[in-house]
């Protein structure tokens, strides 16, 4: 069975640094994908980041990395120079082989 | 817009009504999802269809019933709610079931409200 954990649930950050947030997966799977996911107010899921369990340099997308220690399991992400529009909810997920689950998510506040 | 969309955004129903959600696709995808977040809660994954045909139903009540006519098209039949089934419902697709590479495109969802 599949599990994602994300241990925080409500973060604060000033505008303009840098914040991570954590996620930790459990899979007996070899092959699986690790995605993130902001979810605004509005209710959409956006898709921001995605990192392959075989890939070996750690996924970037613009202001987006992720931190992926495989060993460890986690796959954590990084917001660099917040923006107050990065105020939202950010869910960590997994898919392996076929069904996304995802963890409880993260609620970001970024303050002026 | 992200390629999928979800009608209504919102919707308020009675336990005793009968109502349909609609989600719909135009990019090439061939696996439909239908997720509930409620609040407080992580997202539930309720159904799979792969090429209109239905491959998983995680165990959820036979008040929702969900209808695929074609690969764009997705539908959650809903009667006799309960006020517990209040909550967004996310529809998602994505081009294969199979590929652990390939995320999920989502809509905006519905919020459901049963009183």
């Known amino acids: 069975a599949q599990k994602i954990t994300q241990t925080q649930p409500g973060m604060f950050v000033q505008e303009k640094e840098a914040v991570t947030l954590d996620c930790t997966y459990d899979t007996s799977d070899p092959s699986y994908g690790l995605f993130w996911y902001k979810q605004p107010s509005s209710g959409e899921m956006i898709f921001l980041i995605y990192q392959g369990s075989y890939d070996q340099q750690n996924a970037t997308e613009g202001r987006y990395s992720l931190n992926f220690q495989k060993a460890r399991k986690s796959a954590n992400l990084v917001i660099s120079a917040s923006q107050l529009g990065d105020s939202a909810m950010y869910f960590c997920a997994m898919r392996a082989p076929s069904r996304l689950s995802f963890g409880a998510g993260t609620t970001v506040t970024v303050r002026a | 817009e992200t390629g999928v969309t979800q009608t209504p955004r919102h919707l308020v129903m009675g336990m005793t009504n009968k109502k349909s959600l609609k989600c719909e696709q135009h990019?090439?995808?061939?696996?439909m999802y239908w997720y509930k977040q409620s609040a407080k809660k992580p997202l539930e994954l309720m159904f799979v269809?792969?090429?209109?045909?239905?491959?998983e139903n995680n165990s959820v009540p036979s008040r929702f019933s969900p209808e695929c006519p074609n690969s764009s098209h997705l539908f959650l039949h809903l009667h006799t709610l309960q006020p517990e089934d209040s909550a967004l419902y996310l529809c998602a697709s994505s081009l294969s079931p199979d590929r652990g590479d390939y995320g999920y495109t989502f809509g905006s969802g519905t919020r459901l409200t049963v009183v």
């Open positions: 990019l090439g995808h061939n696996a």
């Open positions: 269809y792969n090429f209109k045909e239905q491959t």
